[in-house]
C-alpha cells in the first residue's frame, strides 16, 4: 500500500499568518497523464471532510484562494496564506493513483 | 442541495452483520461512482469500497474483503454496504462518499456518517 505521511501532526497557528503542511507518498502519485492524483480534506470539528484540493493543486468549488497546493511526484504541500478561525481542524492528504487509496494520518490545526 | 444519508448503524456483536444503507439527493446519482470511508480515533481515515456506476467495477480494502459487499440501486439513488462476520476493530464512523470525477479519484461529497459499534 502507499503510505501517506504528514508533517507537522499539530500546528499551532496564529490568526493572519501563513500556515504550511507537508505530505509525503511512499511512491509517486504522478501518473502518466501528467496529474498527481493527491488530494487534500479538511475535517473541522464535529463535521464530516470536506474537499479543499485535488489533483495536487486544484481548489475544489467554494474553496477560499488562501488555500494552495503544489508539490509532485511524492512531496506536496497545502499552504493556507492567511489563517482564519474558521481554518481549525484536521487535514488529510489522500493518494487516489492506486486502490486502496490511502490517507495521512492528519494534521491538527488550532488557534494559538 | 447534493446530499449524502447514511443510515443502519448501531450497536452489534461480534460475527454479527449489519447493512449500511446511503441515500443520496440533489444530483443525478446513476452518473457517479461511489464509496465508503470509514474513519477511527486510533487508524484516522480509511477507504473501504468503491463502485462505479453500473457496478461493474468494485474494489475493496484489504482489510475487509470476503467479508464486507458493496451495492448500489441507480432507481432508488441508494448506496449499500453489507457487512458480514464483524470483527472489533469495524468500530468505526461509516461515511458515504461521492467520487467526484469519473477520471481521477477526488471525494467532493461526504455523508454525515453513521457509527457501528462491535462489542459483546
Known amino acids: 500500500d502507499v503510505v501517506m505521511t504528514q508533517s507537522p501532526l499539530s500546528l499551532p497557528v496564529t490568526p493572519g499568518e501563513p500556515a504550511s503542511i507537508s505530505c509525503r507518498s511512499s511512491q509517486t502519485l504522478l501518473h502518466s497523464d501528467g496529474n498527481n492524483y493527491l488530494d487534500w480534506y479538511l475535517q473541522k470539528p464535529g463535521q464530516s471532510p470536506q474537499l479543499l484540493i485535488y489533483l495536487g493543486s486544484i481548489r475544489a468549488s467554494g474553496v477560499p484562494d488562501r488555500f494552495s497546493g503544489s508539490g509532485s511526484g511524492t512531496d506536496f504541500t497545502l499552504k493556507i496564506s492567511r489563517v482564519e478561525a474558521d481554518d481549525v481542524g484536521v487535514y488529510y492528504c489522500?493518494?487516489?493513483?492506486?486502490?486502496?487509496?490511502?490517507f495521512g494520518q492528519g494534521t491538527k490545526v488550532d488557534i494559538k | 442541495e447534493v446530499q449524502l444519508v447514511e443510515s443502519g448503524g448501531g450497536l452489534v456483536q461480534p460475527g454479527g452483520s449489519l447493512r449500511l444503507s446511503c441515500a443520496a439527493s440533489g444530483f443525478t446519482f446513476a452518473t457517479y461512482s461511489m464509496n465508503w470511508v470509514r474513519q477511527t480515533p486510533g487508524k484516522g481515515l480509511e477507504w473501504l469500497s468503491y463502485?462505479?456506476?453500473?457496478?461493474?467495477?468494485?474494489y475493496y480494502a484489504d482489510s475487509v474483503k470476503g467479508r464486507f459487499t458493496i451495492s448500489r440501486d441507480n432507481a432508488g439513488k441508494s448506496l449499500y454496504l453489507q457487512m458480514n462476520s464483524l470483527r472489533a476493530e469495524d468500530t468505526a464512523m461509516y461515511y458515504c462518499?461521492?467520487?467526484?470525477?469519473?477520471?481521477?479519484?477526488?471525494?467532493?461529497?461526504w455523508g454525515q456518517g453513521t457509527p457501528v459499534t462491535v462489542s459483546s
Open positions: 462518499v461521492r467520487d467526484g470525477n469519473p477520471a481521477f479519484v477526488y471525494f467532493d461529497c
Open positions: 489522500m493518494q487516489g493513483l492506486v486502490t486502496p487509496w490511502t
Open positions: 463502485i462505479n456506476t453500473n457496478s461493474r467495477s468494485i
